[in-house]
C-alpha cells in the first residue's frame, strides 16, 4: 500500500491492512499550521470499488470538515486525500454547507474569532501530545470523541 511507503506516520491497527492511523499536520500559512492529527483510516473489503470511512479522532473546529466526503469517487487514492483534499479542506471552508454550525456561524459573522477559535483548538486538541495519547490509548476526556468523517461516497 503506498501510504505505507509515504512521508506520513502510519500505524497499523492489529496488523491489518484495512484499519490504521495516519499522522496529519494541519497545513502551513493556515490557522490549521502546527496542528497534529491522529486520522482514522479503515478500508472495507471492497476498497478501492467502495469508499473507505475517515475520521479525525482529535477534535477540530471546522464548518464542515466532511464535504470532502461528497466530491471523491470511491477509487480516490488515499495519499491524493492526505496530500490535496485535506489541506484544500482545511484551507478553503465552506460555511454555506456546515455540518458545525457553530463554526460555520462564526466564520461568517466573525472571521477573526473563528481563526481564534481554531487556534485555540489546535493548541488544546492538536498537539503532538494530544494525538500520542490517543496512539497510547490515554484519552480520558469524553469529549475527544472521533469527528466521523464517514464514508467517502454518495450514496451512504
Known sequence: MKMLMSDYEVSLVNDSMQEFYVRFHGPSETPFQGGVWKIHVELPDQYPYKSPSIGFMNKIFHPNIDELLKRF????????????????????????????????AL??????EYET?????????ATKEAADALTDGNDDDEDEEMSDMGSISDGE
Open 117 to 125: 477559535k481554531v487556534k485555540e483548538y489546535v493548541q488544546r486538541y
Open 73 to 104: 469517487p470511491a477509487n480516490a487514492d488515499l495519499i491524493n486525500i492526505f496530500e490535496v483534499f485535506l489541506p484544500q479542506l482545511l484551507r478553503y471552508p465552506n460555511p454555506n454547507d456546515p455540518l458545525n454550525g457553530e463554526a460555520a
Open 107 to 112: 466564520l461568517m459573522r466573525h472571521p477573526n
